[in-house]
């Protein structure tokens, strides 16, 4: 019960701008903590960004912080991550995450999620 399906990757030049979105259905998850984590080829998924239930608080990795925003509206069941100033080491398919509770822990990570997308495309050229 639940699915979330990732859309908006595509080929951006470095210094560009894309908004990626995740769209939850068969049940809400409104209530539940979202994030947005990303793996590039070789390395390992890591957490990108994260966003309580309500929307009221917000995290991110430091490598992305002044140029990332995660947001989330409720009543579509969607969450964004608008990437601004994107740098080719941004490259990597984007996955979209929620778990079962309101709030991530500090250091979110993988293996702490409880629901994933199948990952959208980021491709970030020189």
């Known amino acids: 019960q639940g699915q979330l399906v990732e859309s908006g990757g595509g080929l951006v030049q470095a210094g560009g701008s894309l908004r990626i979105s995740c769209a939850a259905s068969?049940?809400?998850?409104?209530?539940?903590?979202m994030g947005w984590f990303r793996q590039a080829p070789g390395k390992e998924r890591e957490f990108v960004a994260g966003i309580s239930w309500s929307g009221g608080s917000t995290t991110y990795t430091d490598s992305v912080k002044g140029r990332f925003t995660i947001s989330r509206d409720n009543a579509k069941n969607t969450v964004y991550l608008q990437m601004n100033s994107l740098k080719p080491e941004d490259t990597a398919v984007y996955y979209c995450?929620?778990?079962?509770?309101?709030?991530?822990?500090?250091?979110?990570?993988?293996?702490?999620?409880?629901?994933w997308g199948k990952g959208t495309l980021v491709t970030v050229s020189s």
């Open positions: 995450a929620a778990v079962r509770s309101r709030w991530l822990t500090p250091d979110p990570t993988a293996a702490g999620m409880d629901y």
């Open positions: 068969g049940r809400t998850f409104s209530m539940y903590a």
